[in-house]
């Protein structure tokens, strides 16, 4: 079976690749065989989103210093009973995403024939700068639909993360009915099942070079 390296497709102008004739979606299940049958590989940057398989970006060295110091943080506060993943797949009705860092229920090593789907995942985060749009519009459509109870933007471009709670289904489309921005002098509370269960300083997880560097 043909491994499929999509870092290695061309380059096309936008205008060309927009279908222009009905096209069918993936399902998680047709997504999964993928995998399994060597279709898709840990090679290929990708992810499911919405029913698409959709390239992920390459990360530039504030996002990767940036996921690393949550993670850090998150794990120093998490109560037993969670853990905090990285770059990781979950699973929902319609998309795969890998956040940057999950915090999810139990252990992982109860995940060792699938992926967490939503009910057992407190916290998301993604850290965006190339990604900013996506990261705002699709994922966060993603996550609201999946019910996901917190949501983190870490908006690198704007040096804030941005905290979506509340998910809701009753407009046009998922959304999060509430929206709070942190900036650098403030302080993030950590919430899973509704209990606050730590701060998170937010100049601690933003990267911020030294002085004559």
């Known amino acids: 079976m043909a491994t499929v390296t999509l870092a290695k497709l061309p380059t096309i102008e936008p205008s060309i690749i927009i279908p222009t004739e009905p096209i069918g979606r993936l399902s998680v299940e047709h997504y999964h065989a993928m995998i399994q049958t060597g279709i898709l590989t840990d090679d290929d940057p990708i992810e499911l989103l ?5 390239v992920k970006m390459s990360k530039n060295p504030p996002h990767r210093v940036t996921t690393r110091l949550l993670r850090q943080a998150l794990e120093r506060m998490i109560p037993t009973g969670w853990y905090v993943d990285s770059q990781e797949p979950i699973t929902t009705l319609d998309s795969q995403p890998e956040p940057d860092v999950t915090v999810v229920r139990g252990d992982t090593l109860d995940y060792l024939d699938r992926h967490p789907n939503p009910q057992e995942v407190g916290l998301v985060v993604e850290v965006a700068d190339a990604t900013l749009q996506r990261d705002r519009s699709t994922k966060k459509r993603v996550y609201a639909r999946a019910d996901i109870a917190v949501y983190w933007l ?3 471009v704007k ?4 905290v979506y709670t509340e998910p809701t289904q009753t407009g046009k489309q998922p959304d ?3 929206h709070h921005i942190y900036q650098l002098t403030d302080t993030i509370p950590v919430v899973l099942d509704g209990v606050e269960v730590g701060r998170i300083a937010v100049h601690e997880v933003l990267p911020q070079k030294k002085a004559g560097v």
Do not use: A, P, S
């Not at 919405?50 to 959709?54: D, I, K, Q, S």
């Not at 040096?159 to 941005?162: D, R």
């Open 154 to 156: 870490v908006n690198l």
């Open 159 to 162: 040096q804030q993360i941005e």
């Open 50 to 54: 919405e029913g698409w398989l959709v």
């Open 176 to 178: 999060y009915r509430k």
